[in-house]
């Protein structure tokens, strides 16, 4: 099993990125996905969920509107554009399905 995270990068406040997180070794189909963030010195938060489908979305709030989650179930692959960054997006993010976990992509968010 591997999520693998890519995309990160630093970036300049009000600039945008989009992260990748390419699935291999399961079903990618049945599984919900979540990106969550850490940032420095502080706990893992939940970013953005997407359903199996697709159907579904959910975003913490402080990413509403700025932050969309998508997915490719055709390539097992999920995807998170992110505009309008801020500085307190910067964090390492990561790829979640049910107990699995990528190793992070970091996004830093600095003039």
């Known amino acids: 099993v591997q999520l693998v995270e890519s995309g990160g990068g630093l970036v300049q406040p009000g600039g945008s990125l989009r992260l990748s997180c390419a699935a291999s070794g399961f079903t990618f189909s049945l599984y919900y996905i979540r990106w969550y963030r850490q940032a420095p010195g502080k706990g893992r938060e939940l970013v953005a969920t997407i359903s199996s489908s697709g159907r579904i979305t959910n975003y913490e709030d402080s990413v509403k509107g700025r932050f969309t989650i998508s997915r490719d179930n055709a390539n097992n692959t999920v995807y998170l554009q992110m505009n309008n960054l801020k500085p307190d997006d910067t964090a390492v993010y990561y790829c979640?399905?049910?107990?699995?976990w990528g190793k992070g992509t970091l996004v830093t968010v600095s003039s």
């Open positions: 979640n399905a049910g107990n699995y």
